[in-house]
């Protein structure tokens, strides 16, 4: 065990902290220690029962005030890493808080900027709805979001969307959005034809959180590339989103991946569970607006009779 | 269904450095998050994945 972990056991939270925090301990201990040193230094050579015991006092006395000092110095360290981990905190929830608000951000500018030009036959839905530049720019305030409030290296960040196509003959697989497009990713091809997270979300339709991908390697769940195998730790997130518009069937897969260091300890089950809840809470964001494109592209693309045609054309060429 | 694939203790030898001031500060941010999701949505921790 190390030293941080050793000293976050003693003086971080703990049931004895938080004993020994506890407001009625905190007033009463010290009021306790104050009166019973008085008694003694006021009436100790008048009062009997004090005179009489004079050895037992002096044990109470000593015991008291070692009590008290201890204690002391308990409160006052783990109050110092208190107020770390409530900076700490500030700074996670400012950087969330910041990822959700520019998301809004964005959106309201536009909405601003295209209500201004209104004209009443133009059509509103596809003047103000633009899910592919909202989702470029989610993934990017995501990989903002770990850097800043989790301090995860840039350099290990793969944030990435693989769409799939489920009406045609041979499953096909690409990369919808990628955090960073200069960044090399492993085939989503590949990724969806072996054992990966998520192929496994694909085929199982539920998210899931692997914070030791080493985990996943052993499960089955993890298709390892050059990159994640020279990294040797790392954590994934990965949650499926399948989109039903009328006949048509929309497949993409959300991943957070994390290479050559952990987002959390994986395994600290609080600690994993916490990490999946924020993420499952940006994925949410990430949903809705693909829930918006998938709807456009029904809209505008596959469901005008031009779409349908090329759909009709392609079954029967099959 | 959300799941949690996670490693049993000791299971890897080499782990990672883990900051336990922002581990801490995470769990707190989580708690408070309001989740009204339902059964639907509900989180499994798994130390193994069934065959």
């Known amino acids: ?318 | 269904m959300r799941k949690i694939l996670m490693p049993e203790k000791g299971e890897f030898r080499k782990q990672g450095k883990f900051d336990y001031i922002r581990s801490a500060a995470m769990k707190l941010l989580a708690s408070n998050i309001k989740e009204n999701k339902g059964n639907k949505n509900k989180v499994v921790v798994l130390k193994a994945l069934p065959k």
């Not at chain 1, 030293?3 to 003086?11: C, D, N, R």
């Not at chain 1, 192929?199 to 052993?218: M, N, Q």
């Open chain 1, 1 to 318: 065990m190390n030293f941080k972990k050793f000293f976050y056991l003693i003086f971080g939270d703990n049931p004895v902290i938080r004993f020994i925090d506890h407001p009625f301990l905190v007033t009463i201990i010290p009021a306790i220690v104050g009166l019973y040193y008085g008694t003694l230094d006021i009436w100790g050579d008048d009062w009997k029962w004090v005179t009489n015991y004079k050895g037992i006092h002096e044990l109470t006395f000593s015991t008291l005030a070692i009590v008290t000092i201890v204690t002391l110095i308990l409160k006052g360290i783990s109050q110092s890493l208190r107020s770390k981990v409530r900076a700490r905190q500030n700074t996670l929830t400012e950087a969330l808080l910041d990822l959700f608000n520019k998301l809004v951000k964005k959106k309201r500018d536009r909405f601003y900027n295209k209500a201004k030009h209104l004209s009443p036959r133009k059509d509103v839905f596809n003047l103000i709805t633009h899910p592919d530049d909202q989702l470029g720019h989610a993934l990017d305030e995501t990989k903002n979001f770990l850097i800043e409030g989790l301090g995860i290296d840039s350099k290990n960040i793969g944030i990435t969307i693989i769409q799939g196509d489920p009406h045609a003959k041979t499953k096909k697989w690409w990369y919808f959005k990628k955090c960073d497009s200069q960044k090399q990713h492993t085939r989503p091809q590949d990724l969806m034809s072996y054992n990966s997270t998520a192929s496994y979300c694909y085929k199982t339709g539920d998210s899931i959180f692997l914070p030791d991908i080493r985990k996943g390697i052993k499960e089955g769940v993890f298709y390892e590339s050059t990159r994640s195998r020279n990294g040797k730790l790392g954590s994934i997130f990965c949650k499926p989103v399948r989109i039903t518009v009328k006949n048509r069937i929309y497949v993409y897969i959300f991943t957070i991946a994390v290479f050559g260091q952990n987002v959390c300890s994986p395994i600290d089950e609080d600690d994993c569970r916490a990490c999946e809840r924020v993420f499952d809470e940006i994925a949410d964001r990430i949903e809705l607006e693909l829930y918006l494109y998938s709807m456009k592209q029904y809209r505008y693309k596959d469901g005008t009779v031009k779409g349908e045609a090329r759909e009709n054309a392609q079954d029967i060429n099959a």
